[in-house]
């Protein structure tokens, strides 16, 4: 999944269990002090559990190309078998 736009992660860890063990969450936001925050998150005991999660500082509008395809298999239904 890709939870772009992350900021500190209202939905990242949801995201993150929802995807399960093999399932992976990119965590992108273009303000590093954003990603500083989740990272905060998920080092806190409750968080612990979740393993899943990569942060990355990018631009929405400059994604590395694996994301941009994860943005268009995640937004197009007929898709889905595809998501990484
Ligand atoms: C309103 S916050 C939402 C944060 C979180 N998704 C939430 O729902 O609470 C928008 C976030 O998008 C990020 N953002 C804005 N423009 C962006 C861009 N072009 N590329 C990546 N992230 C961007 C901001 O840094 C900010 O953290």
């Not at 925050?37 to 979740?50: F, G």
């Not at 999660?53 to 994860?70: T, V, W």
Request: aromatic residues 10%; contains cysteine.
């Amino acid at each position: 999944m890709l939870d772009l736009g992350c900021g500190s992660g209202a939905f990242t860890t949801f995201a993150a269990r929802a995807a399960g063990e093999q399932g992976k969450v990119y965590a992108v936001d273009i303000q590093p002090m954003m990603l500083q925050q989740l990272e905060s998150k998920l080092a806190r005991t409750e968080h612990q559990d979740i393993t899943n999660i990569e942060l990355k500082q990018a631009s929405a509008y400059n994604l590395p190309s694996k994301m941009g395809l994860l943005t268009w298999y995640t937004w197009s239904p007929c898709f889905k078998k595809y998501l990484i």
